[in-house]
């Protein structure tokens, strides 16, 4: 008895709530509004909280609450885990609030939405890009900000995803025995990162496929391959002296010399 007692005062109180949020909304009292929308904030009910703030915003725009409530709609946004509606309001907020001492706070916090919606490495990098932008524009804008590490750390982070990315398209390539394609790939992905961590897979690639590209070339083009392939050879040597790569990758290109 005691237990469907508790609950009765539960739901009970379930529906006083609901019922008053409901009454709030479509009233016209902008201080219940406001103070509702604060404690609905305070306790992380961000969904309910955002559609008040809208209310008080569209109220009075220009007025200390209007900017509080905009401020937290970004806010709620993001913890919502909706970083598109959240990069829109923190960006917005940095426009119609020019003065404001949180401009730095949510320059850096859009910023950070367009991080968050940075997809996997396997996917589009478009807005990976787009994120690194956004933090060097933040870091541009506030160059002496105690968040520099974080943003310089943020940037590599993206940066290596994006490497991975033109990585995979490298051995992509080589996977489906498009040489030339492979071979054109891997210069390219190690002009752009000479001192990649993945730098001698690209480049044991690189000669492999170089190797199988002269044999599958017509007579007349094989002398010139062939010695491309001796070079791309003694530069991975070069490069990496002591690789386990080199034996096989030896193998292959002896029987050019051969």
């Known amino acids: 008895m005691r237990n469907n007692y508790i609950i009765y005062i539960i739901v009970c109180s379930f529906i006083t709530a609901c019922s008053n949020y409901n009454e709030v909304i479509k009233g016209d009292d902008y201080i219940k509004k406001f103070e509702l929308a604060n404690t609905l904030y305070d306790n992380e009910d961000f969904l309910k909280s955002i559609v008040l703030y809208e209310q008080i915003y569209q109220h009075a725009p220009k007025s200390g609450e209007g900017e509080l409530a905009y401020y937290r709609l970004g806010q709620s946004y993001y913890n919502a885990e909706d970083y598109y509606m959240a990069g829109y309001y923190f960006s917005s907020y940095v426009q119609r609030f020019p003065y404001s001492t949180k401009n730095e706070e949510l320059m ?127 530069k991975f040597e070069a490069n990496f002296p002591d690789s386990d790569q080199t034996k096989g990758l030896n193998q292959l290109v002896n029987k050019l010399r051969n």
Do not use: G, W
């Not at 160059?143 to 995803?161: A, E, H, V, W, Y």
């Open 108 to 234: 850096f916090m859009a910023a950070m939405c367009k991080v968050k919606n940075s997809p996997e490495s396997s996917l589009d990098q478009t807005e990976t890009e787009e994120a690194i932008n956004a933090v060097q524009v933040f870091v541009d804008r506030y160059p002496n900000t105690r968040l520099m590490d974080s943003c310089n750390q943020i940037i590599d982070k993206l940066r290596f995803k994006i490497e991975s990315k033109e990585k995979s398209h490298v051995l992509l390539y080589s996977n489906t025995e498009r040489y030339r394609a492979a071979v054109t790939s891997a210069e390219i992905f190690l002009e752009k990162y000479p001192s990649s961590e993945y730098a001698e897979e690209v480049f044991a690639s690189m000669v492999k496929n170089s190797y199988y590209l002269t044999i599958n070339s017509i007579e007349r083009k094989k002398s010139t391959r062939i010695a491309e392939t001796n070079e791309r050879m003694r």
